[in-house]
């Protein structure tokens, strides 16, 4: 068995940027040709980045939340290249909000990109997928377990998610078609440092707050997509059905550490 992914197809929603760019810088260096659906048009950089290194790489612009666009994304990677045998579920927004301060616009948003898109992209996949086997990844979230209050709608997408991916896991068993959700924890991406810059808190807080979490640090893009690369490989042709989390011990220990555990000079 191998990591390789030559002669497999992938196709990333929410590619652009942040962990979505970062699975598919992932799966495409391991020989997989990837089609990247977003609605930022910075999709384009991110696919022409990989042709520049010689790997196999289109950018579609879609919607989520569109039935018609979702089935152009999957038409794209059939026309390009003839098969499709990997599904990333990772677009997805995160506003925040108590349930008080949640209209029912920001809930009906949440729920259909984060919740709607990944049913409409996994239906819209299905045929090519289950031709060969195929598998499918959810990029869900620690907060499906915590239900933070101040992320009140995402908290209950990525929840939904966490159910769809076992109901999918046992009802597409029989195409061999396998169904994981990796909840990636707290993740420093441009997003969320600019984010938390713009509320006032430097990067040297941010390193500072991770050094709080059980082993650490915060989380980085390619952490995320490593442990993809190895779900959708021929190494992990027996995990279906499974919850991982990529936190750094957060989802276990909810709550800031010592950072004298995490000292420079620690062994």
């Known amino acids: 068995m191998t990591f390789s992914l ?43 980045d990989l042709r520049d290194r010689e790997q196999q790489a289109v950018f579609v612009q879609t919607d989520m939340r569109s039935k018609a666009q979702v089935i152009q994304a999957v038409n794209t990677a059939i026309t390009n290249f003839g098969s499709l045998d990997i599904l990333i579920n990772n677009a997805g927004i995160y506003p925040r909000g108590l349930i008080e301060e949640t209209d029912e616009d920001m809930w009906d948003q949440v729920i259909s990109i984060n919740l709607k898109g990944p049913y409409l992209a996994s239906q819209a996949a299905l045929p090519y997928l289950r031709k060969n086997g195929g598998s499918i990844i959810n990029i869900g979230s620690s907060h499906a377990d915590i239900g ?73 893009e ?14 992990a042709t027996q995990i279906t059905g499974q919850f991982i989390h990529i936190d750094g011990g957060r989802s276990v220990y909810l709550g800031f550490q010592d950072n004298s555990l995490h000292a420079d000079d620690a062994e």
């Open 6 to 48: 030559k002669g497999k197809t992938a196709l990333i929603t929410g590619g652009a940027s942040g962990i979505g760019r970062a699975i598919a810088r992932e799966l495409a260096s391991a020989g997989a040709s990837v089609v990247i659906a977003d609605m930022d048009p910075l999709g384009e950089q991110t696919a022409q």
């Open 148 to 220: 933070l209050s101040e992320l009140f709608a995402y908290s209950a997408s990525k929840g939904g998610l966490l159910t769809m991916t076992r109901n999918l896991a046992n009802t597409l068993s029989k195409y061999r078609i396998r169904v994981n959700c990796v909840n990636p924890g707290w993740v420093a991406t441009e997003k969320e440092i600019k984010e938390r810059e713009a509320n006032g808190q430097s990067l040297e807080s941010l390193i500072e707050m991770g050094k709080s979490l059980p082993l650490g640090r915060m989380q980085t």
């Open 222 to 235: 390619e952490d995320t997509s490593a442990m993809v690369r190895f779900l959708v490989s021929d190494q």
